[in-house]
């Protein structure tokens, strides 16, 4: 018996000692006791729609995908939700982003009305009818909201910004690449924007490194991008003209489907932490994980070379367990992170899941 509680004693350490040997990363991130989904779709909740000038269910078949930021002491969550329209499948329905308040980070409120929806206005070939989707948000040092999304018309999924000042009224810049070099990456699939942001006191505010922005984005490699405003980007190209992923799919690993920038990183001590999705490929990835199901990678890059790699988890440190996180309208499970918030001495991360429903998970530093 000695000798076995010896052994167990020795594998408790040599796992904690693991688990401490990569210094840089963030979490543990843990569920809530009962953990149950904050925002889920609603059908009594109705909105005019300027597409079809109908009264519309605008949150009846999915709440998803979520940014956060904080504002005026409270954390502000912007969702993607879905309009059922029939039976169609994923990406067949119409998007518009919603908001949620809460005092605590884990109660919420909901706006009655989407905040940010397809409009008849300049942006209507891009947004029509699929609308607006997958948003990030940072905010910067003096207070402008950006928001990075992807716009849908059923064509071509076009990474677009958006700026604010109270997060209600917006505006629209239009699809990132669409005047670099002529259009040249303007009507190829872009999406998933994860701009740069360093904590400044007890706030996140977007970062400058070596006098520029820096933006993680794309899918199923992940790519750089930067920007002297927050709305005018440049994808970042190698000598030859062509961009260069910085983050690619693993063989054998949980990552070794696609990879796909997740809410925006922070710039720390160590470098730039970029949280990320993950899809797995049963064939050439991780056996029991499952086909196509998300988790959550975490890297490290260069505070001073963004576009270099110093370090990788090798395991996700967030995966679906739950019910609501392999259930609904993508049933191999997502926990799909957009949202980064740091909040009354906590990290939150708010994450989509099955496609269908919102959850959070939270990381409470030691003082």
């Known amino acids: ?37 904050i925002i889920s779709p609603k059908a009594n909740t109705i909105f005019k729609d300027p597409m079809s000038g109908k009264d519309v269910s605008w949150e009846s078949m999915a709440t998803f995908n979520p940014a956060a930021i904080i504002k005026d002491g409270k954390v502000h969550v912007l969702y993607r939700a879905e309009e059922k329209l029939g039976e169609k499948e994923i990406g067949g329905h119409t998007s518009r982003i919603g908001l949620a308040i809460s005092e605590n980070g884990f109660l919420f409120e909901r706006e009655k009305e989407p905040i940010f929806f397809p409009k008849d206005d300049n942006q209507k070939e891009f947004e029509w009818t699929g609308g607006t989707e997958d948003p990030r948000i940072v905010e910067t040092e003096e207070g402008l909201y950006v928001l990075t999304y992807t716009q849908w018309n059923r064509e071509v999924p076009r990474l677009a910004v958006a700026t ?123 056996k029991n994980l499952g086909n196509r199901v998300y988790t959550g990678g975490q890297a490290l890059f260069s505070a001073k070379e963004p576009w270099k790699l110093l370090d990788r988890l090798e395991e996700p440190f967030i995966q679906p367990t739950l019910p609501f996180e392999k259930s609904g309208q993508y049933p191999e499970g997502t926990t799909f992170l957009e949202g980064l918030v740091y909040f009354e001495g906590k990290w939150l991360i708010y994450y989509g899941t099955a496609d269908s429903m919102v959850g959070v998970v939270s990381w409470s530093l030691e003082k």
């Open 1 to 37: 018996m000695k000798k076995l509680i010896s052994f167990l004693f020795l594998v408790i350490i040599f796992f904690s000692v693991q688990a401490q040997e990569k210094t840089w990363t963030f979490g543990p991130f843990l569920r809530q006791v009962d953990a149950e989904p």
């Open 164 to 286: 604010s000042k109270d997060l209600r009224n917006w505006d629209k810049h239009g699809p990132i690449f669409k005047e670099w070099k002529e259009g040249k990456y303007h009507n190829i699939e872009s999406k998933s924007g994860a701009i740069v942001t360093e904590l400044k006191g007890d706030k996140l505010v977007a970062a400058k490194i070596d006098g520029k922005y820096w933006m993680y984005y794309g899918v199923p490699h992940i790519w750089l991008a930067t920007s002297t405003d927050l709305i005018h980007w440049e994808p970042v190209e190698n000598h030859e003209g062509n961009r260069v992923p910085v983050l690619s799919p693993r063989p054998g690993f949980f990552d070794s489907w696609l990879v796909e920038a997740g809410p925006p990183p922070v710039l720390t001590k160590d470098g730039i932490v970029v949280l990320y999705n993950a899809g797995n490929s049963q064939n050439v990835g991780v």
